[in-house]
């Protein structure tokens, strides 16, 4: 599974969506953690590779 884009404090689920989401990508933990990350865009090409990035892995 990808990593999420969505930031540790925009994650508000119930217990049950945890647990699940956990089991189904066979970890523990926080349901963010190891799932987002951050990385600094030091220039336009960087930019550029992130924004395509997000194009072609966006799942909705």
């Given at each position: 599974m990808a990593a999420s884009v969505i930031r540790p404090d925009e994650?508000?689920?119930d217990e049950h969506i945890a647990r699940?989401?956990?089991a189904e990508d066979g970890v523990k933990g926080r349901i963010w953690e190891g799932?987002?990350?951050c990385q600094l865009l030091t220039d336009?090409?960087?930019l550029a590779a992130a924004m395509a990035?997000?194009?072609l892995t966006r799942t909705g």
């Open positions: 994650c508000v689920c699940r989401a956990n799932r987002c990350k336009e090409r960087a990035y997000v194009d």
